[in-house]
């Protein structure tokens, strides 16, 4: 079985423009949530999606956004970037919405100047 | 959704247990208490969990209090692979949506 893998690794952006991250769940994962992890702080909470549907969202603003396709991989998609989007971007994937074990991908590691 | 709280840091020399606490005093009936670690530059990694009873797994091992107010993560022999952060985290199965609230975690030192 194959684990959770994210792309890129790295990114520079400029403030202002677009950005889409990705993600693979792990094989016979339905579920996918992505977390933003400021510098010496816990990851928190953006947006789960479950069979293609956003099923829960934290405090972030709208130009977060997302997609899950069919195979179950996953994208987030931040608009109009701001320094304080500079963060490691986590993707977990799970089977079912709730408890059980989430598997993590490396993360993105995304520096808006 | 039910906080925890765990101590910022704490160190360990190497080949001896690590008991890390943490508190939960407002855990309701149906919340498993899970621990993840997060090594450095790293996504978080799924260590144990538990609802009433002790959880052993290859890993580690989980304390949970008769009230279910507190738990401990017991590392039995601490390895300099074992340093990461250590978040405590309450999840309801049952819940409409399955996120994961993270707090800032119990940084781990482990000295060789």
């Known amino acids: 079985e194959t684990g959770v893998t994210q792309s890129p690794t790295h990114l520079i952006k400029t403030r202002g423009q677009q950005v889409t991250l990705r993600c693979s769940s792990q094989s016979g994962h339905n579920t996918v949530s992505w977390y933003q992890q400021a510098l010496g702080q816990g990851p928190q909470f953006i947006f789960q999606?479950?069979?293609?549907?956003?099923?829960g969202r934290g405090n972030f603003p709208p130009r977060f956004s997302g997609l899950q396709f069919p195979n179950y991989s996953s994208e987030l998609n931040v608009n109009a970037l701001e320094l304080d989007d500079s963060a490691l971007y986590l993707c977990?994937?799970?089977?079912?919405?709730?408890?059980?074990?989430?598997?993590f991908g490396q993360g993105t590691r995304l520096t808006v100047v | 959704d039910a906080k925890t709280t765990q101590p910022n840091s704490m160190e360990s020399n190497e080949e001896e247990p690590v008991h890390l606490p943490c508190n939960h005093s407002t855990i309701s009936g149906t919340d498993y208490i899970h621990w993840y670690r997060q090594l450095p530059s790293q996504g978080p990694e799924y260590v144990i969990h538990?609802?009433?009873s002790n959880v052993n797994n290859r890993m580690a091992s989980l304390a949970i209090a008769e009230d279910r107010k507190s738990s401990t993560l017991i590392l039995h022999r601490a390895t300099l692979r074992d340093a990461a952060v250590y978040y405590c985290i309450l999840r309801d199965p049952g819940g409409s949506q399955g996120n994961l609230i993270f707090g800032k975690g119990t940084k781990l030192s482990v000295k060789p």
């Open positions: 538990g609802l009433t």
């Open positions: 977990a994937s799970s089977w079912g919405v709730a408890g059980g074990e989430a598997f």
């Open positions: 999606y479950y069979r293609e549907e956003e099923n």
